[in-house]
Nanobody
Framework: QVQLVESGGGLVQAGGSLRLSCAAS????????MAWYRQAPGKQRELVAN???????NYADSVKGRFTISRDNAKNALYLQMNSLKREDTAVYYC??????????WGQGTQVTVSS
């Protein structure tokens, strides 16, 4: 059974930093991609950043230069370093894992709140 468990969310002042972690377990297949999504109140879930098995990354324009995604393939762990946080980064952040068969798994989410 696949489990994704996020941690590291919390309350931070604007301009501050947080580091999110996602621990994946029960992986018995090849992973194509891991990603962070977020969903703010009243808005659709959006892709924040993704990273492929080979290491290539993509970022939403809104977080480029401020967020860094990384992964530890040996540990099936995913990270998101968030710097220079803004109020508009407030959301629930979700860890996503996509298999080579394009099956998605999701974590339960971790709340990030940025205060002014």
């Amino acid at each position: 059974q696949v489990q994704l468990v996020e941690s590291g969310g919390g309350l931070v002042q604007a301009g501050g930093s947080l580091r999110l972690s996602c621990a994946a377990s029960g992986i018995t297949f090849s992973i194509n991609r891991m990603a962070w999504y977020r969903q703010a109140p009243g808005k659709q879930r959006e892709l924040v950043a993704n990273i492929y098995h080979g290491g290539s990354t993509n970022y939403a324009d809104s977080v480029k230069g401020r967020f860094t995604i990384s992964r530890d393939n040996a540990k099936n762990a995913l990270y998101l370093q968030m710097n220079s946080l803004k109020r508009e980064d407030t959301a629930v952040y979700y860890c996503n894992l996509r298999t080579v068969s394009v099956v998605d798994f999701w974590g339960q989410g971790t709340q990030v709140t940025v205060s002014s």
